[in-house]
């Protein structure tokens, strides 16, 4: 039976990745951090599994108080979120104790876009994810990583100004008809569970998908989701939403004023699409449609929230 170590075991993807890692049989060591040490609420539902423990610990408590924690595991999945000091400092400690306790393989927190099609400094949150990939160049450890475009959790929600329910509108930069990759929480969990079980994604990139469509697909979908019409708002095209990014850099007081857009820029280029999707290697996954994820959960993202401000006026510049 296989043993995973899961940090970020609190977290809304890291909680799934534990229930489903259950399902498939493996033994589960969830890390938690002493304020979540009973595992806290999204653990509730398995947190009698017998063959899922508890081990309380935080990255940041250095890779010699980790080890105990790695001792009989082969594979280590962080799902931990947070910015340099997590995904690179935090993580490289994970990483060392895993090399120290002998295990194979760890998934890094990644379960974003393509990390590879551009270049240092496109996308801040990438490039914490490539350095902290560049660790594993002389472990013993190998890197497997799982990149899935955007969950649609996020892209539909605020953090990203494409859908707008106070004003009405469907938010696009460039021409719309480039496929984007959308895949959702749960359906990530899915696949780093099947991943994690699977020694022969070593050293890969592993890219799966819920559905690919472009944005203006997506908007159709929003449309017959919400029975009503969505206002497109075409923001300018890609060197717009360049020249857009760097403006906001320069006034930024924190980096998720522009990193959205970031992404999207990656998307709507293709530079950061996915590019040898292996869902065939994982049969027994099948993703939500973003048809099925809106008539769901997604519904909430047609819902005006309290202290909503309508966006239909942003951005000034373009
Ligand atoms: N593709 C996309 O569109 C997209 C969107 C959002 C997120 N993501 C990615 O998905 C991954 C998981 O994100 P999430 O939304 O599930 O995050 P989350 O819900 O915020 O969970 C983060 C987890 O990390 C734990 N953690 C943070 N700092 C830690 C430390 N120093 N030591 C140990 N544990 C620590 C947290 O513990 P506590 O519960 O104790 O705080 C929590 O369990 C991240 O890589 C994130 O970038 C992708």
């Known amino acids: 039976m296989t043993t995973v170590l899961v940090a970020g075991a609190t977290g809304s993807l890291g909680s799934l990745i534990v229930a489903r890692l259950l399902e498939r049989g493996a033994t589960v060591r969830a890390l938690v951090r002493p304020s979540n040490a009973d595992g806290g609420a999204r653990l509730r539902e398995v947190a009698a599994h017998p063959n899922l423990s508890l081990v309380v610990g935080d990255l940041t408590d250095g890779a010699g108080a980790l080890v105990p924690h790695l001792a009989g595991v082969d594979v280590v999945v962080s799902a931990v979120q947070g910015g340099p000091e997590v995904i690179i400092d935090g993580q490289l400690e994970l990483l060392r104790a895993a090399e120290a306790a002998g295990v194979h393989r760890m998934i890094p927190s990644d379960f974003s876009i393509n990390l590879w099609g551009y270049d240092y400094g496109v996308n801040i949150l990438s490039d914490l994810r490539r350095v902290f990939a560049a660790a594993f160049r002389n472990s013993a450890v190998a890197r497997t990583s799982v990149a899935v475009g955007a969950f649609p959790e996020f892209f539909l929600g605020p953090f990203h100004e494409v859908l707008d329910p106070a004003a009405g509108t469907f938010a696009v930069w460039g021409d719309g008809t480039r496929k984007i990759d959308i895949t959702t ?30 944005v203006l697909e997506l908007r159709n979908e929003v449309e017959a989701a919400s029975g009503h019409r969505w206002k497109l708002v075409r923001r300018g095209t890609l060197d717009d939403l360049q020249a857009e990014i760097v403006r906001r850099q320069f006034a930024a007081t ?7 857009l970031q992404y999207q820029i990656g998307m709507y280029s293709g530079t950061a699409s996915l590019t040898d999707v292996r869902n065939a290697d994982y049969p027994d996954v099948t993703p939500t449609s973003v048809a099925q994820y809106l008539a769901g959960p997604g519904a909430s993202h047609f819902e005006i929230q309290a202290g909503a401000q309508s966006t239909e006026d942003w951005p000034a510049a373009v």
């Not at 924190?254 to 959205?260: C, G, I, L, M, R």
């Open 185 to 214: 929480i749960p359906d990530t969990a899915a696949f780093t569970a099947a991943v994690a079980l699977d020694p022969a994604t070593a050293g890969r990139d592993i890219h799966v998908v819920g559905q690919q469509l472009t």
């Open 254 to 260: 924190s980096p998720f004023q522009y990193v959205a």
